[in-house]
């Protein structure tokens, strides 16, 4: 177990300082656009995957700073057995820990949101929605989370990972979508 721990630790040091060699990006782009899949998983108690939601996320980043970016980002999911179809819009602010190739960042967005669905938040509406009736909820989000993008030349960058939490239309605090996401990049 000591052996393995130390070639991880080794492996992830490497990584993390090859991962810094400078492209020289910053200075030459100050924006950039993302287009990605998007999988959510809302936490309703159950079993993880079976309310997946799959979709697309397209976003613009403009620089602020070396490691600081205003964003702007809109998604669309739909499915699940619930029929339902979500698109939000956020904007926020995105922060960069690296410059170089690997770049792992943190993100804080707000925004709006609008759901519609069959029979899946029916009891929360006052009166209660009759099954088998749609609902349409809109509101106030937020989403928050990490990720990591690599770096592939100068204009292009995949991101490896994107994980955020964002509740329903709303704001209510339960329950959260669980977001992932991946895609490619491209800076100027």
Known sequence: MKVF?????????????SGQAPLGVESTSRSNIYVG??????????????YRFNGAEIAYARSLRPHWDLIASGTTVSGSIFHAKQMSGTLGVKFSALTGHLRPYATAQVGYAHLTATNMYNEDHHPAVAPGKATNDSGLTYRGGFGVDL??????????????????????????????????????
């Open 5 to 17: 721990f130390v070639a991880v630790s080794v492996l992830f040091l490497a990584i993390f300082v």
């Open 37 to 50: 899949y998007v999988a959510t998983f809302p936490d309703y108690g159950l079993q993880f995957n079976s």
């Open 151 to 188: 770096q592939m030349n100068r204009a292009f960058y995949w991101r490896a990972v994107q994980w955020d939490v964002q509740p329903q239309p709303w704001a209510r605090s339960t329950p959260l979508y669980n977001n992932f996401s991946s895609g490619i990049g491209y800076r100027f």
